[in-house]
């Protein structure tokens, strides 16, 4: 939050390139005292960059970050009472109809699955569809996995349990740290990604069975500038508003004035 915050009162007024960004992120996490390494190679990927899956910027290619269109930044830190592995699609300016429908569509999968609840013993590929189907509709797909599991320290990309289109006979438990990571990805345009960890806890249980659900263990804001709101249903609303809310109420306390003003503003209900 730090970096989103920082980047968004500097883009379009200091030189920013795909490298010099992706240090600072590092430079913020290195100031957290639990902080080690980080947990996998950065990807900070602008504009049509973003829509290589695994895009990486070098020293000798790179892009700068200008102020319009969509930047793409993947990132995680491996810390003493965690590891983290986050992915958030900003606005750095004006976009485009297409690019905040595409955004739009990745949020509706994002919510439908994170928010799911689900029989005990369902395995990870029975859950996949549904967070394409919102971008299934209107002819998009997502060429990788929607969700790994995370080990500590080991790993960022963790098994037994995966929520993929591939089948995998590992079924979800409680306890058990998944991401959940839909996108948008059209060559020589622009990337999207949204990305949460979240965790596998007891929901319910009836007649039918013992029920379960996603905790979220991630709070990043979901940047509202991308969104066209028009396209989300009540439900939906409800969501983002109350993942926002908690985002503020958790990380507020760690800010300085000017960021915590800046997440006041990038929390608000829609």
Avoid at 165 to 189: F, H, Q, R, T
Avoid at 196 to 215: M, Q, S
Wanted: net charge negative; with cysteine; proline share 3%.
């Amino acid at each position: 939050v730090k970096f989103l915050s920082w980047l968004d009162r500097n883009i379009g007024k200091i030189e920013i390139t795909e490298v010099s960004a992706a240090r600072k992120l590092e430079a913020y996490r290195k100031e957290q005292e639990l902080f080690i390494e980080p947990s996998f190679e950065t990807i900070s990927a602008y504009g049509a960059n973003a829509a290589m899956v695994h895009y990486t910027a070098r020293e000798d290619s790179y892009s700068y970050l200008e102020a319009g269109g969509l930047y793409l930044v993947d990132s995680g830190g491996q810390y003493l009472d965690g590891t983290t592995d986050i992915t958030r699609t900003i606005a750095l300016g004006s976009l485009t109809e297409e690019e905040k429908k595409d955004f739009t569509l990745t949020l509706k999968g994002h919510i439908n699955l994170i928010s799911a609840k689900f029989l005990q013993g369902t395995l990870g590929h029975q859950l996949d569809v549904l967070c394409r189907y919102p971008l299934w509709q209107e002819g998009l797909d997502y060429k990788h996995g929607t969700g790994h599991g995370i080990g500590y320290f080991l790993n960022v990309h963790e098994g037994p349990h995966r929520i993929a289109s591939v089948p995998n006979d590992v079924p979800l438990e409680k306890g058990m740290v998944v991401s959940i990571e839909p996108g948008v990805y059209k060559a020589g345009k622009h990337g999207i990604r949204i990305e949460n960890i979240v965790v596998v806890d007891e929901d319910i249980e009836t007649e039918a069975g013992r029920f379960l659900k996603f905790e979220i263990l991630s709070f990043v804001p979901i940047d509202l500038n991308c969104i066209e709101v028009s396209m989300l249903t009540e439900r939906e609303k409800e969501w983002l508003n109350n993942y926002h809310k908690e985002v503020y109420v958790k990380l507020s306390p760690y800010l300085n004035n000017e960021e915590n003003n800046w997440l006041m503003e990038k929390t608000k209900s829609v």
